[in-house]
Each structure stands twice: as structure tokens, then as C-alpha cells.
T-cell receptor
Framework: GNSVTQMEGPVTLSEEAFLTINCTYT??????LFWYVQYPGEGLQLLLK?????DKGSNKGFEATYRKETTSFHLEKGSVQVSDSAVYFC??????????FGTGTRLKVLA | DTGVSQDPRHKITKRGQNVTFRCDPI?????LYWYRQTLGQGPEFLTY????????KSRLLSDRFSAERPKGSFSTLEIQRTEQGDSAMYLC?????????????FGSGTQLSVL
């Protein structure tokens, strides 16, 4: 069946460091891919998405490229801030109105 | 637009009791989803409504779980004869229904603790 695998956290970085959070997926067909973020005390919210191969989603300095050949959708940011501390979830839409989420990766950014 | 609201935020109950949660989606949203999230895990799909019709249910949803969305507005999720394994965060999300892969708007969830 369809699934999403994320790198385990927590990830701890200093401010202005480069961030990569790995995400790979297994799916039949051509899913859409998403990154959702959950800040402390808040609900999940969409960070970015990509709907087809080679698309790049971007928002708030974060980027992720849909790589069909490696079935990956890694999240990157060139310079993280303390305010980026949150839990990040990779997700795919399987085409049956059912989003499948990864286990989440907690990011902690130190000043 | 006040976002997706869920009530209550926290629920503590004894094993064997029934509980009901409510979700109010964003008013113009046609689609409504229920997810369950346990510590260290991502949200797991439970069920999905398009307007008032419940179109899909996960195999995770045993016969002790029932969800409704009368009139296609708010939704309720009821758990009968609760078990300790039901302890989790129950998340509601809604979306416009204009596309098959559009973004979900999540509520803050209801944290259930079964003692």
C-alpha cells in the first residue's frame, strides 16, 4: 500500500544552519506530495506542496522538489530561524481522498 | 473565517464510557476528515465526508466508532465503550472540495485520555 517514510528526529540545529529533512514515499500512480508543519500548541498547517514530478514547492524559505526517480520529497531551508522550531510532516495524497502522513520530524533551532 | 474548531480540547474518561467529540469546519468547506494521532506518530486517517455523505472509513475504525455529519455542516465522532488504546489526539480537518488534492485545514484537536 501507499506509505511515507521520514527521517527520525529530533533534529537540533543552530540558527542560520542548513536544514534537510528526508522524506521518501511508496505509492501507485502519481500522488501529490505535501509538507505540513505543526507549531507548538497549534494545529497542522500546509507548508508547501508539489503535484507532479519535478515540481518544486516553496514557502517561507522552505523548498522541496518532487523526485519521481528516487521517490523522494526532501524538505530544505538554507538558513533556519528559532521560529522554525516545530514538527514537520511529509504527506501524500493517494487519490482516494485519503492523505497519508509520515511520523513527523521534530526540529529544534537554538539561538 | 474562524478556522476549524474542535470541542472539547481535552477529555478524560474512564474505560467503558462513551465519548463524543464535535468538529465545526470552515463554513464553505464541503469535505471533512477525522484523523487520529498518537505520540510520535503522524495523523492516521479515520473517515471522510463529502457534504453529509460518509464516503470512506478506515479499517482502523472499529464498530465502537461512529461519525456523522448531519446537514453537511458540523460533524461528531462518537466512541462507545472506550478502551485505554483509544487514548490519542483526534484531529478534524476540512477542505473546499474543489480539487482532489487540495490543502487541508486542521483544528487543534481533542486529546482523549482513557483511564
Amino acid at each position: 500500500g501507499n506509505s511515507v517514510t521520514q527521517m527520525e528526529g529530533p533534529v537540533t540545529l543552530s540558527e542560520e544552519a542548513f536544514l534537510t529533512i528526508n522524506c521518501t514515499y511508496t505509492a501507485t500512480g502519481y500522488p501529490s506530495l505535501f509538507w505540513y508543519v505543526q507549531y507548538p500548541g497549534e494545529g497542522l498547517q500546509l507548508l508547501l506542496k508539489a503535484t507532479k514530478a519535478d515540481d518544486k514547492g516553496s514557502n517561507k524559505g522552505f523548498e522541496a522538489t518532487y523526485r519521481k526517480e528516487t521517490t523522494s520529497f526532501h524538505l530544505e531551508k538554507g538558513s533556519v530561524q528559532v521560529s522554525d522550531s516545530a514538527v514537520y510532516f511529509c504527506a501524500l495524497f493517494s487519490g482516494t481522498y485519503k492523505y497519508i502522513f509520515g511520523t513527523g520530524t521534530r526540529l529544534k533551532v537554538l539561538a | 473565517d474562524t478556522g476549524v474548531s474542535q470541542d472539547p480540547r481535552h477529555k478524560i474518561t474512564k474505560r467503558g464510557q462513551n465519548v463524543t467529540f464535535r468538529c465545526d469546519p470552515i463554513s464553505e468547506h464541503n469535505r471533512l476528515y477525522w484523523y487520529r494521532q498518537t505520540l510520535g506518530q503522524g495523523p492516521e486517517f479515520l473517515t471522510y465526508f463529502q457534504n453529509e455523505a460518509q464516503l470512506e472509513k478506515s479499517r482502523l475504525l472499529s464498530d465502537r466508532f461512529s461519525a456523522e455529519r448531519p446537514k453537511g455542516s458540523f460533524s461528531t465522532l462518537e466512541i462507545q465503550r472506550t478502551e485505554q488504546g483509544d487514548s490519542a489526539m483526534y484531529l478534524c480537518a476540512s477542505s473546499l472540495g474543489e480539487a482532489t488534492n487540495e490543502k487541508l485545514f486542521f483544528g487543534s484537536g481533542t486529546q482523549l485520555s482513557v483511564l
